[in-house]
């Protein structure tokens, strides 16, 4: 390993001292530059970003890798001009575990009516639904079956729910009735009552939670109408179309984890909407402790000529 090598960090939004102290003490022969630094540093070979500022990546001439801090990868094709080099995203079991965490809290939530109770509590109401339908009356329908969609699915299965799942290209996924690309979409939008968003955001894919989607959705099922958990992207969903679908009873509640514009403006009328969850992005942060690690053995591999892995395909966005 040559220890004049330099490892370029941009960390938007994060603690960028936790993320060079994480880097650092697994990559001890590295220095870590934090930009705007770095940025034509012919011995930086590796970079390490989150929503990197325009124009970063594109003037440094050894550049070999750019690793996203995060499992999507929307925030670096922002930029229009990157650097033609592989792109390697975030894949750990530390990830996915929590990402399946929340899907499972927000799909209990409104499975077991969690908002209702919380509201009668408030008003010292004791009032039980008597008629609690089982898992294995409703069915979740998983948008993306992609590592936490295959993942969220495989868990809540366990909890005896029925699964169906959404992708671009045709999957197979043990006990998941399976729908792929724009002809299974009518059907996988017919098939559940609660839908768990965990597609990246592509070209393809902005936008898809719109009014026209909701209203394929299916109207039947224990919860009355359809339930959207979003934890894929903001840019996924027409914020306007989903206070509206909730309105006309179109959709029945939904939990947002992410937003068309982050963080999500304290006038913004969903923070207050009764059938709306808001959480903060917050369904499973790249942990720097858990990640630098991975991320640096990447490199070393690389640098001993191992092929890299968790790798994006840049023509299909993800
Ligand atoms: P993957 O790339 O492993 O999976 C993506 C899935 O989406 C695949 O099944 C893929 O289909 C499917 N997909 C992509 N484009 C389309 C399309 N046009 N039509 C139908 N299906 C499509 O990603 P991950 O599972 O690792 O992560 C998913 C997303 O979750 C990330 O991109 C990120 O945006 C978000 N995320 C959010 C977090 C949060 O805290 N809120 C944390 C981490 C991730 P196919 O199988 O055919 O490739
Ligand atoms: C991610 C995220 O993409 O945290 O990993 O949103």
Known sequence: MMSDERI?????????????????????????????????????????????????????????VIFSLGAGVDHIFKDTTLPDVPIVRIVSPNLTARMSEYVVWQVLDHHRFGSRY????????????????SADEMTV??????????????????LGFNITGWSRRPQ?????????????????LGSADIFVVLLPLTDATRGILNSETFRRMTKRG?????VLINAGRGGLQVEADIIAALDDGLLS?????????????????????????????????????????????????????EPLTNLVDKSAGY
């Open 118 to 133: 919380r509201s009668l509590q408030q008003d010292r109401v004791w009032d039980e639904i008597r008629e609690q339908a």
């Open 253 to 305: 509640a939904v939990s947002l984890d992410v937003f068309e514009t982050e963080p999500l403006a304290k006038e913004s009328p969903l923070w207050t909407h009764p059938k709306v969850t808001v959480t903060p992005h917050a369904a499973a942060a790249s942990s720097a402790t858990k990640l630098a690690g991975p991320i640096v053995e990447q490199m070393k591999a690389y640098d001993r000529g």
């Open 8 to 64: 370029l960090l941009s960390a938007t939004g994060w603690d960028p001292e936790l993320w060079i102290g994480e880097l650092e003490r697994h990559a001890p022969g590295r220095e870590i530059v934090l930009e705007p630094d770095g940025a034509t540093d012919p011995s930086i070979r590796y970079a390490v970003v989150w929503k990197q500022p325009e124009g970063l990546l594109s003037d440094l001439p050894n550049l070999k």
């Open 222 to 226: 224990p919860l009355g109408a359809p």
């Open 141 to 158: 329908g998983i948008m993306g079956l992609g590592e936490l969609g295959r993942d969220s699915a495989t868990k809540l299965k366990a």
């Open 172 to 188: 197979n996924v043990d006990g998941v009735t399976c729908y792929a690309g724009s002809d299974g979409f009518g059907d996988f």
